[in-house]
């Protein structure tokens, strides 16, 4: 059998780091596709780092292009999106953007995915911000230099990218035959960490990242999850009440072990995966994580 090809076009490419990504996810197709990759940016700097990374690779090409003038007019089954580019429009802008991917999609009779990937309007890393869909990030996670990227940016909950998704769809006059959302790193967002957009968040990413290197060193009292004090949807509180009663049952479970046999780098190491399993298993879309992951899926041989 021959294998398939999977034509991608990345929006917002970056560095490129999401082919690297997408190559790892297709290791374990039995006959992997052959991917026809083409990056889109608007930072020439990353580009060039891209380019440099993946030169002589064959199917593989990054250009200089704003997806808010255009997408190119080429057949992809793919639209990637990582890093949350999407997030650096307007909620209009997102919405002309998906509408013009949605009209190629059915130009090319093509059946694809998009993936939009935003920053999540609820996510604890910056709590007091969550009266605001849109606000100045800075990108303290990044190291080096005298002062970090900052940028205007837009916030979703799944509800609020639901909305902008339908109208894209009456705008091009097509219906997505499939719609997911996903939320990514409920606890483990990188401000967890550095603490930029909220000085009451505690460093869960730090100490789960602790806990797999079997560190034992630290008070699991640290690392019990305390539910946001600011105002939200009454689906979103729901979900956070329930996901620190799951959270800090686990630890608590884990800190009694601990009493009771003494502490050891492997029930670190278990209340690790146990952690990350919840978060995996919790999660609803519901913009409540780092970013929020909608994979909406067209088939352009309907229209």
């Not at 953007?97 to 309007?121: E, P």
């Not at 550095?194 to 797999?212: A, H, I, M, Q």
């Not at 959270?247 to 029930?267: H, Q």
């Amino acid at each position: 059998m021959s294998p398939i090809e999977l034509r991608v076009i990345d929006i917002g490419s970056g560095t490129g780091d999401a082919l690297r990504l997408l190559d790892g996810a297709l290791e374990v197709c039995p006959i992997p596709p052959v991917v026809e990759y083409l990056g889109l940016d608007v930072d020439p700097s990353m580009l060039d780092i891209a380019r440099a990374a993946h030169r002589g690779r064959a199917g593989v090409g990054f250009v200089l292009a704003d997806v808010r003038d255009g997408v190119p007019a080429r057949p992809a089954e793919l639209y990637l999106s990582s890093g949350v580019p999407y997030s650096h429009l307007s909620r209009s802008e997102l919405e002309s953007v998906l509408a013009d991917i949605f009209r190629t999609i059915v130009k090319n009779r093509t059946r694809s995915v998009v993936v939009v990937d935003v920053l999540g309007r609820y996510s604890i890393e910056w709590a007091p911000h969550w009266a605001f869909d849109q606000w100045t990030y800075e990108m303290t996670f990044f190291h080096g230099g005298d002062r970090p990227p900052r940028a205007d940016m837009s916030f979703y909950s799944g509800k609020e990218l639901a909305a902008v998704i339908a109208a894209a769809g009456q705008r091009s006059a097509v219906k997505p035959y499939k719609i997911e959302f996903f939320d990514r790193s409920i606890s483990v967002g990188r401000h967890t960490a550095t603490g930029t957009f909220s000085s009451e968040v505690r460093p869960y990413r730090s100490l789960v990242n602790r806990l797999f290197q079997g560190d034992t060193t630290f008070d699991l009292d640290d690392l019990l999850f305390v539910v946001p004090r600011y105002d939200a949807p009454a689906d979103v509180g729901r979900f956070f009440t329930s996901f620190a009663s799951s959270w800090n049952a686990s630890v608590r479970r884990c800190a009694d072990t601990e009493r009771n046999t003494g502490k050891s780098a492997e029930l670190r190491i278990c209340l690790a995966e146990d952690l990350r399993s919840l978060e995996f298993r919790s999660q609803q879309g519901l913009g409540v994580g780092h970013s929020l992951i909608c994979l909406i899926s067209v088939d352009g041989r309907d229209g």
